[in-house]
Structures are given as C-alpha cells and as structure tokens.
C-alpha cells in the first residue's frame, strides 16, 4: 500500500469548472508538495506547505495535519491547467511521492 | 537562463553499458538531488545531498553513485546498466537552509533513458 493515496487518479473538467484533487498519507510529515508534471514531462513546484494553506493565482492548497489530508484546488480551470498533479511528503530526509492524478479540461 | 539544467536530454544505451547523466544548477543552492520516474510515471528519490551529506534510498541499487564537483553540480553515475534502468530521471536543486526535501523544490528537464 502507498503510503500517499491521491485521489481521483483521473479527471476530466469542463473549461471554467472548480477541481479539486485529494491528498491522504498515513505517516507523520515535516511537509507536503504539490507539483505539476506538464504533457511535454516537465516538473514544476505549485506548493510547498507544512499547515494551514496557501494561494498563488488560480491555485489554493489545503492540508489537514490531524487528518493528514491536503487538498488542492483549481478555480476557473484552463485547458492550459490540463497536466499531472503529484502529491509528495517530506519525511525523515526522504520524498514519497503519490501516483498522480491526470486532469484533462476541455474547452 | 535555465535554472536546473541536465545533459544528455535522452540516451540510449546497451545493457552493461556504463554511462553518465550530468545536473548542474545555477540558483546557487546547498542541495540536490536525484529522482527516478518509472514506466508508469511513479517518481522516487533516489539520492539528495548537500555539502555535508549524502542520504541515499536504500532501493537504489548501489551501480547508482552520485558524483558532486562543487556545489552546483550533481553528476549520476551508472555501472552495468540493466533495462529494469530505462526510466526518466529528473535531477532537482533546494535552497538548503532547512536541508532536505522539505523545501520547495526546482526540477530540471529530465533525461529520457533507454538501455536496450
């Protein structure tokens, strides 16, 4: 069992339509990452978060410490938003990484 | 100006083949790393290391050696390739104030590896 569930593992969205992709880990965390994976491979850093949440255009990140649950969310959603969404913990010096979730908006 | 580079951009090679994938970083951060994407596009860390200290994952399999000139250079060193190694590996720098990867983290374009 992966110790990072995400869900759902596959999403398709309507141009303009409020998506949101989950996050829950068993063990306990010093961090949790969201990341972007574009079409073309690229790895991009969306979010870096240890509580609370955190906002940048579009994008709103969530984590739950006692639930160990984070969310993130896309307002307004692009076709240009289509890509990868990886969720990743940080623990002990080591990286764990969830098994994505594909999102596909269409126009 | 790219932040995290890595050459080559793809490689294929034959089985038993020793090779060399190249990670320089020029946003003057302590630590880097090295991480694996598998055929079903599942990322794992492989190796991060700063100045002081090499962690490595103890699933990666010890022909892998990281390779470290100074600081803004993390060379991976493969022996005996096998074609359980074709994969993408991704190479990724932080700042290193807090070491580790509970800092955000800047990925390079990955090197597309195929040994036949």
């Known amino acids: 069992k992966n110790e990072v569930e995400q869900s759902p593992q596959n999403l398709t969205a309507q141009e303009g339509e409020f998506i949101t992709i989950n996050c829950s880990y068993s063990?306990?965390?010093?961090?949790l990452h969201w990341l972007q994976q574009h079409p073309g491979g690229g790895i991009v850093s969306l979010f870096m978060l240890s509580s609370g949440k955190k906002k940048h255009g579009r994008l709103i990140a969530t984590i739950n410490i006692q639930e160990k649950h984070s969310s993130l969310h896309i307002t307004a959603s692009h076709p240009r938003d289509s890509a990868v969404y990886i969720c990743?913990?940080?623990?002990?010096?080591?990286?764990?990484f969830g098994k994505g979730t594909k999102l596909s908006v269409k126009p | 100006d790219t932040a995290v580079s890595q050459t080559p951009k793809y490689l294929v090679t034959q089985m038993g083949n020793d090779k060399s994938i190249k990670c320089e970083q020029n946003?003057?951060?302590?630590?880097m790393y090295w991480y694996k994407q598998d055929s079903k596009k599942f990322l794992k860390i492989m190796f991060s290391y700063n100045n002081k200290e090499l962690i490595i994952n103890e699933t990666v399999p010890n022909r892998f050696s990281p390779k470290s000139p100074d600081k803004a250079h993390l060379n991976l060193h493969i022996n005996s390739l096998e074609l359980g190694d074709s994969a993408v590996y991704f190479c990724?720098?932080?700042?290193?104030?807090?070491?580790?990867?509970?800092?955000?983290?800047?990925f390079g374009p990955g090197t597309r590896l195929l040994v036949l």
């Open positions: 990743a913990v940080s623990l002990a010096g080591n990286l764990i």
């Open positions: 946003l003057g951060h302590d630590t």
């Open positions: 063990v306990g965390i010093s961090a």
């Open positions: 990724a720098s932080s700042p290193g104030t807090s070491g580790g990867p509970q800092e955000t983290q800047y």
